[in-house]
């Protein structure tokens, strides 16, 4: 038996929010996988990091808010500073 289901490439997906008079967020939502028991915290943060440079990508691509890419560039910053902390 063939089983076409296949798993997305990608384990967390990343969207900014907020409004233009407060500050903008990154939230972070985790697509279901089969293998998601085994995710510690360095996974997860290598995996938030990968979701804000695919959202960088596209804010740059798409012409999007320039204060999206400022929150998400600074969100990255933050979270390579705690990867290097835990390592």
Do not use: F, W
């Amino acid at each position: 038996m063939n089983i076409s289901e296949s798993e997305s490439p990608y384990g967390i997906m990343a969207k900014t929010c907020g409004c233009e008079n407060k500050k903008r967020k990154v939230t972070y939502s985790l697509i279901d996988s089969y293998h998601s028991l085994c995710h510690d915290k360095r996974d997860l943060i290598l995996g938030q990091i990968e979701a804000c440079q695919r959202l960088v990508k596209y804010t740059a691509q798409y012409g999007r808010d320039e204060i999206d890419k400022q929150a998400i560039e600074s969100e990255i910053d933050e979270l390579k500073m705690v990867l290097d902390l835990i390592q």
